[in-house]
């Protein structure tokens, strides 16, 4: 038995990916290059415009840039990976490679989690607290948010990381996904998954479940705040984009909870598929769209850049 979980365990894992309909991969492949690269551009060009603009040096936007950076990687650590299965005949991926990705998808995922929470407490105080904005949200206190973040994070991963690696997969090796995930590759393995659901259920809880309330907590207050403002325009504005914020919001948090809070047993592929590519895919290309480029001072700050990089190009 010992025998067969080691050559079993030395064996790479094929990736299913999103289909395996040839007539379905390169229609799929294009649209996902487009969205790959839609939210690529996005978040490259509020990071850069931010770095790039001193107006832009405030909390709100410092918070930002560092959500776009996430963001900007969370994708790139799985979309190319599936981009290049769609088109290959070798769809293999080593224990160590799968851990690899398992390790970054769940770091930036938990940041992306983490600085929702912070930009929509940055939100909380500018609103409700204004006179006290400036010392709430000083330099050290975003720097604190902003490091706790990242710090979280990685520790999250990698004790998930240790826990995965010490698995055994002596049942089939094909993952019925695009990525190297959670729940796809539990059921996977032949050891006892209990005390990893258990660390899902708990510990996995503090990093997306209480950012989420407290997403919904900050915004419940703001619509407070914004239902006493005196001009009509002036709350719809407002409410206008509270909706959209909440609306990706829900649907990043929505989505992952679907995924990663149920039993490994009860798990459906295709569905976890679809859910998956939500958070993914689809959330890091919208974020740009709906803290940025609807905002006059990040368009002004790209206006800024690209005139700054034409006269640049005409002067060398």
Not at 103 to 124: E, H, I, K, N, Q
Not at 253 to 273: D, L
Request: net charge positive; glycine share 6%; aromatic share 10%.
């Amino acid at each position: 038995m010992d025998a067969a979980n080691e050559s079993s365990e030395g064996s790479p894992f094929i990736l299913l990916g999103l289909t395996t309909n040839p007539s379905q991969q390169r229609p799929l492949f294009m649209l996902f290059l487009v969205l790959y690269v839609a939210g690529i551009l996005g978040n490259g060009l509020i990071v850069a415009a931010i770095q790039a603009s001193p107006a832009l040096y405030t909390p709100m936007y410092f918070l930002l840039a560092h959500l776009s950076f996430a963001d900007l990687c969370f994708t790139s650590v799985t979309v190319p990976k599936m981009l290049a299965n769609l088109l290959a005949h070798n769809r293999s991926i080593s224990l160590a490679g799968c851990l690899t990705q398992m390790y970054f998808f769940f770091a930036l995922g938990v940041t992306d989690s983490c600085l929702l929470a912070a930009m929509a407490y940055d939100r909380y105080v500018a609103i409700r607290h204004p006179l006290h904005y400036a010392t709430r949200m000083s330099r050290a206190m975003c720097t604190a948010l902003v490091g706790t973040a990242w710090l979280v994070s990685h520790v999250h991963s990698l004790l998930h990381i240790l826990l995965m690696a010490r698995l055994s997969f002596c049942a089939s090796h094909q993952v019925p996904h695009f990525f190297c995930d959670h729940q796809p590759l539990l059921r996977l393995s032949c050891s006892d998954t209990r005390h990893i659901q258990l660390l899902i259920f708990t510990e996995g809880a503090a990093v997306v479940v209480t950012p989420f309330l407290l997403i919904l907590a900050s915004y419940g207050a703001i619509a407070a705040a914004v239902l006493r403002l005196p001009s009509a325009a002036g709350r719809l504005r407002a409410v206008s984009t509270c909706g959209s914020h909440l609306a990706v919001v829900g649907l990043f948090y929505g989505t992952v909870i679907a995924v990663y809070f149920q039993p490994t047993s009860r798990y459906e592929a295709e569905r976890g598929r679809v859910a998956t590519v939500m958070y993914t895919v689809v959330t890091p290309m919208l974020n740009p769209v709906i803290y940025s480029l609807r905002n006059r001072d990040v368009q002004g700050a790209l206006r800024a850049l690209f005139t700054q990089r034409r006269i640049s190009g005409a002067d060398s």
